[in-house]
């Protein structure tokens, strides 16, 4: 089976943002009008330095990112000015502080902010919103008043961030707001208000005004964004990507496949898996080319591509066999299947359970697919890996699968021979003798999320199921469908 990593997106080159002192971030998006204090128009790529004003015009959206990786994304008719930025990347000390002159800004704090959380701020005409670690949003009126919504994360959030909090104050008095989802109001010459939970109402008003995504197409999406800069290490957080995932995870039950991605970015799919790669995919058959298009993103990938993370590389055997109590359990519903070569398609459900006591991993996959125009069935097959061993520093990629026959009509399924290994036979599936070939597995990656506390240990994994015939002298495959989600995060216990 072709092994699928994680696309790892990142929309600016950190490396040359370096090389010019004043240099502090760079536009990641840019929809509609974007224009900097000198009346210069802004697109994705281009560069924010320290004491811009950036501008967005009515109907105009734009996110940057700094050097430190915070995200501010600026809704329509919205003005803010970099006040100061100071960042050791070899430290992480540093601060930030910027003013919100009108419109609506929303934060995403970054590694200035997790070394010292005082030290971001935002200011507004009638008060200081300081970031604790977190994500908020504040919109500024006509009437220079501020509301300001406290995002998250909060308490005991299964990602193992650092709850959120904001000090929002003038010089009258301040407020906490420490609960997701609270909200603050400031006014010249008054105290800001006590936090109350914001009603959907005013969620409403404050979606609205950030909006990136709304009444926007691929194409809208293609113009917006210049170029796309992969990096298979250091994942800059991009919170645009990371939301159209979840999204397609949340509304379909099913994540938004790579060749989307590409679609939605307006690059090419050999773009996306990196300059290391990119040959790679480029020598694939059509089959593979088409199962790496079509294989989807899950929670993780959405997570990682919002919040950033490094890339540390397939799990070995030595990493799960250090762990020795709890367990990990991946779980990926209704996962896509697309016809690689013939025809046919599906859909499955992957759940697989890293049993760290035993050293043992148990997988159950099950779903319906058709090929060749025959008729749906319904198949479910579970199989066990015992890790303990294997050899500590070998990867453990390929090594978690299980090969098994599927009645092509009535679903039943039977553990059978590797394609490729002695007592293989491909006339055990063809149409004539009524079984389908189906190759199943569940590969872990190392990655160490930025904000998260959690260990990069097998902190993502691909959850992959091919099924294939053959033709009636069984001389080649017929018929192939593959399903794939990649980025799929544990639940810990």
């Known amino acids: 089976m072709k092994k699928i990593f994680i696309i790892f997106v990142t929309l600016f080159l950190a490396n040359n943002l370096f090389a010019e002192e004043k240099v502090i971030g760079a536009i990641s998006l840019s929809i509609g009008k974007i224009t900097n204090q000198k009346g210069q128009i802004l697109q994705a790529g ?17 996110q940057i990112i700094f050097l430190d990786e915070t995200v501010l994304t600026i809704g329509e008719s919205t003005s803010i000015t970099i006040d100061e930025f100071v960042f050791d990347p070899n430290t992480l000390n540093g601060n930030f502080l910027t003013t919100l002159n009108k419109g609506s800004v929303k934060v995403l704090s970054g590694l200035i902010n997790q070394k010292n959380p005082e030290n971001l701020e935002v200011k507004t005409a009638a008060g200081t919103i300081g970031s604790r670690g977190t994500e908020f949003q504040t919109i500024v009126d006509e009437e220079e008043n501020a509301q300001v919504l406290l995002i998250g994360p909060g308490e ?19 407020v906490i707001l420490d609960t997701p989802f609270s909200f603050t109001e400031l006014t010249f010459n008054q105290i800001p208000t006590p936090p109350v939970e914001i009603t959907q109402q005013q969620l409403q008003q404050f979606q609205d005004a950030i ?11 293609e113009n917006a964004i210049k170029e796309g800069l992969f990096d298979d290490q250091q994942i800059t957080g991009n919170e645009i990507i990371g939301e159209l995932i979840t999204d397609a995870l949340n509304l379909s039950d099913g994540g938004l496949t790579f060749d989307q991605i590409a679609d939605v970015l307006g690059v090419d799919i050999t773009q996306l898996v990196g300059e290391d790669l990119q040959a ?3 020598n694939e058959t059509t089959e593979n080319q088409i199962a790496m298009a079509n294989a989807e993103g899950g929670d993780g990938l959405a997570y990682i591509l919002r919040y950033g993370g490094t890339n540390l590389g397939d799990t070995n055997y030595g990493d799960f066999q250090g762990i020795t109590s709890g367990t990990y359990t991946y779980t990926g519903n209704n996962i896509n299947m697309a016809a690689t070569k013939g025809t046919g398609s599906g859909t499955f459900s992957g759940v697989t359970t890293v049993n760290f006591a035993s050293q043992t991993i148990n997988n159950t996959y099950s779903g319906t697919l058709t090929l060749d125009g025959n008729a749906n069935v319904d198949f479910s097959y579970s199989f066990t890996t015992d890790y303990s061993n294997g050899t ?11 090969i098994f026959s599927i009645n092509n009509s009535n679903g039943t399924t039977a553990s059978t021979t590797k394609s490729g290994e002695r007592g293989f036979d491909p006339s055990n599936f063809t149409a004539a003798a009524g079984n389908y070939y189906a190759d199943a597995a569940t590969d872990f990656f190392n990655v160490q999320m930025n904000g998260s ?3 990069s240990t097998g902190s993502v994994a691909t959850i992959a199921l091919n099924v ?14 593959d399903g794939q989600r990649t980025g799929i995060m544990p639940s810990r216990n």
């Not at 281009?46 to 734009?62: A, L, N, P, Q, T």
């Not at 294939?468 to 469908?481: C, G, L, M, R």
């Open 46 to 62: 281009d560069k924010v330095y320290f004491g811009d004003e950036i501008i967005s015009d009515g109907k105009s959206k734009s």
């Open 156 to 174: 005991d959030n299964t990602l193992g961030l650092r709850p959120g909090a904001v000090e929002v104050f003038n010089e009258l008095g301040s």
């Open 211 to 221: 909006d990136i995504q709304a009444n926007l197409d691929a194409q809208s999406f």
């Open 280 to 282: 790679e995919f480029e």
């Open 392 to 402: 500590a520093t070998t990867s453990m990629w390929g090594t978690n699968n299980g």
């Open 453 to 455: 506390p959690n260990p």
């Open 468 to 481: 294939t015939d053959y033709n009636d002298d069984a001389s080649d495959t017929e018929n192939t469908i």
